[in-house]
DNA sequence: TCAAAAGTGTTTAAGATACACCCATGA
DNA sequence: TCATGGGTGTATCTTAAACACTTTTGA
């Protein structure tokens, strides 16, 4: 094989932030680390992309190993390259966030793996420059779902209007109006109702909707705001 | 210095999607490679990451080494990284694109480089998958100027409203009405008139405004639309 | 029967859109 | 003096925002 002369090779790592919703929470996959380096410490998950290996392919590994979850929604964010941001070793790091239904994934590997749901709220201080990812992961999260309809990633199947409000009222961390949110939503034809109503409820009992497949196919790419505050000026 | 036990360092390569605007269409400044590979055809400009460099100072130096610019507006768009990318040698490219005042670029660089400033419609095919680069550059472009007031950047110092709309007319490929253009823009306040008028302009002088510098620096990361059409639903 | 959450309708205000007229300039 | 492009005003329609009442449920 011939190769370029430049003789910077370089270490590519990733590392994932996984979003999750308990239904009142925005939550994050933290890992307390028990091996080196930064032992003890609160980090993202990571690892490294191999020579053979493409860029997509690694981080769905990496999400994989930790969830046991596929096909999830995972977006490349951006890549960290300061010099100094690993004291190890130089290495620059491309960063991925993913959006998980907390409750799909295998307890058994993410125990194995050290790892905890944290809320927000809690997030400890993370190794590295892993705070500034998240920061940034939150900001993305943020714009794009005010346009995108990638929320019902986080949500069940099967959910209720006001659950995918509660939704909303975590990501951007604000009261919405119950009514003018519902008018909104139905406007856009996204969801189906399903005739079956939400069973956990303790009052009234919500009626379930899931997806409508194909709209939704459309507002992944297409704009939808799902956020009433951002008319933008 | 203590290493990552992983071996596989791969070479990181940056390419940079440079944009401008001649007041009438959107260009991009090309390259018509006079070197390997793939001598003869058309690419971005690129470089390599050095080890002891900043991913963002790089990307600085790439477009310096090409324009004779700085203090540009750059910005990280995304990582490319299949294993096929580049049929040298595995190398993932970290993409920038620059926004730049087509008339303030050293002329004697450009020419050295071989590169030429070639409007969107004629682009021609370019080599490995900076062709994706450029598509994925200008959707962020469009993205970006409807939500954030980074259109500026493609402009003079002194500039006329309708200007600015031909500029916005040129980035979505579209004809907005020049009255209510103006309210919007106007109503900014982002904006500040120079008393000065637009000596080109063959018929009647338009008023030469320039930006109200701290207004404009808010709406940098604010959100502002200079899209009508973008309600957003 | 009462508290808590779900569902729906109305009124108002703001912003987007469409459209018409006058002004300045140089050929 | 006329064609071209710049500047401003107004009416209408759509959408967001604020707000009140009724229904369902389990304790």
Redesign the pocket.
């Known amino acids: 094989m011939i190769h370029y002369t430049h003789p910077s090779r370089i270490l590519v790592a990733l590392d994932c932030i996984i979003f999750g919703f308990d239904g009142e929470e925005i939550k994050l996959l933290l890992i307390k680390r028990n091996f080196e380096p930064e032992k003890g410490k609160w980090s993202l998950m990571g690892g490294f992309l191999n020579e053979t290996e493409d860029l997509e392919v690694a981080s769905q590994r990496i999400l994989y190993e930790l969830t046991g979850l596929t096909n999830n929604y995972l977006e490349q964010l951006q890549t960290f390259g300061s010099v100094s941001r690993d004291p190890v070793e130089r290495t620059i790091s491309v960063v991925y966030y993913a959006l998980v239904n907390i409750e799909q994934q295998d307890v058994t590997t993410i125990k194995a793996h050290n790892a905890y749901w944290i809320s927000l709220k809690n997030k400890p201080e993370l190794i590295f420059d892993h705070d500034a990812m998240v920061e940034q992961a939150l900001r993305q999260l943020r714009y794009k779902a005010a346009l995108h309809a990638i929320g019902f990633e986080l949500l069940p199947e099967k959910f209720?209007?006001?659950?995918l409000q509660k939704l909303y009222e975590a990501i951007y961390n604000t009261k919405l109006?119950?009514?003018?949110f519902?008018?909104?939503i139905?406007?856009t034809d996204l969801l189906v109702s399903t005739g079956e109503?939400?069973t956990n409820?303790?009052?009234?009992?919500?009626?379930l909707y899931k997806l409508n497949a194909e709209k939704y196919q459309r507002y992944l790419t297409d704009y939808v705001?799902f956020f009433?505050?951002l008319?933008?000026?």
């Open positions: 209720t209007i006001p659950q109006d119950r009514r003018n519902s008018r909104k139905i406007s109503k939400d409820s303790a009052t009234k009992k919500g009626q705001s009433p505050e008319t933008l000026l």
